[in-house]
């Protein structure tokens, strides 16, 4: 069974980082790209960061390119998302979700729980 | 970037109708889209991929089409348990931008 579990969420200030994880298990991770989304209280959701099946590749949306990022242990099972210089607009559910593919960044077909991220001071 | 615009936002069905959202992208993502259900409190789950092909498990009454820009999500014989927010994706090439949703909501 394909499980994804979050962790590392949080109450931090504006300003400081974090640091996310996700514990795959059930599948061979290194054959997969994986990702992040977000999804902020009452509204949709926002894909965040991919990262290929080596890690060589990653991919961000403008809203986080140059404050996050994401990162990947083949060896652990894990994925990763440093989040620096952190905005309350970043307050959110974090979702680790597994690309359905592995060949190509597709759609996604395992989701984590999900972590709440609160920027506040 | 590409953008990705849902309607209805929202709509009230009755149980046993058929319905129909729309997803409309700003330029040509041939048939790289996804659909998903997210019902409160609980994680998305995938709907259908590629625009129109049905996930594992998910009930034949859900049913994805279009090519191109326009897409379309159908519903056929509503259950009040597919009451959910529905959302596209571009996928394949990033940046993988999501719509803004539909709540489907059930009378």
């Known amino acids: 069974e394909v499980q994804l579990v979050e962790s590392g969420g949080g109450l931090v200030q504006p300003g400081r980082s974090l640091k996310l994880s996700c514990a795959a298990s059930g599948f061979t991770f290194s054959n997969y790209y994986m990702a992040w989304v977000r999804q902020a209280p009452k509204k949709g959701l926002e894909w965040v960061a991919t990262i290929s099946t080596s890690g060589s590749r990653t991919y961000y949306p403008d809203s986080v390119k140059g404050r996050f990022t994401i990162s990947r242990d083949n060896a652990k099972s894990s994925l990763y998302l440093q989040m620096n210089s952190l905005k309350s607009e970043d307050t959110a559910t974090y979702y680790c979700?597994?690309?359905?593919?592995?060949?190509?960044?597709?759609?996604?077909?395992?989701w984590g729980q999900g972590v709440m991220v609160t920027v506040s001071s | 970037n590409i953008v990705m615009t849902q309607s209805p936002k929202s709509m009230s069905i009755s149980v046993g109708d058929r319905v129909t959202m729309n997803c409309k992208a700003s330029?040509?993502?041939?048939?790289?889209i996804a659909w998903y259900q997210q019902k409160p409190g609980q994680s998305p789950k995938l709907l259908i991929y590629?625009?129109?092909n049905r996930y594992n498990g998910v009930p034949d009454r859900f049913t994805g089409s279009g090519y191109g820009t326009d897409f379309t999500l159908t519903i056929n014989s509503v259950q009040a348990e597919d009451a959910a927010f529905y959302y596209c994706?571009?996928?394949?090439?990033?940046?993988?931008?999501f719509g803004s949703g539909t709540k489907l909501e059930i009378k």
């Open positions: 979700a597994r690309h359905g593919s592995t060949l190509r960044p597709g759609y996604f077909d395992y």
């Open positions: 994706q571009r996928i394949y090439n990033s940046p993988f931008t």
């Open positions: 330029q040509n993502v041939y048939n790289n």
């Open positions: 590629y625009a129109s």
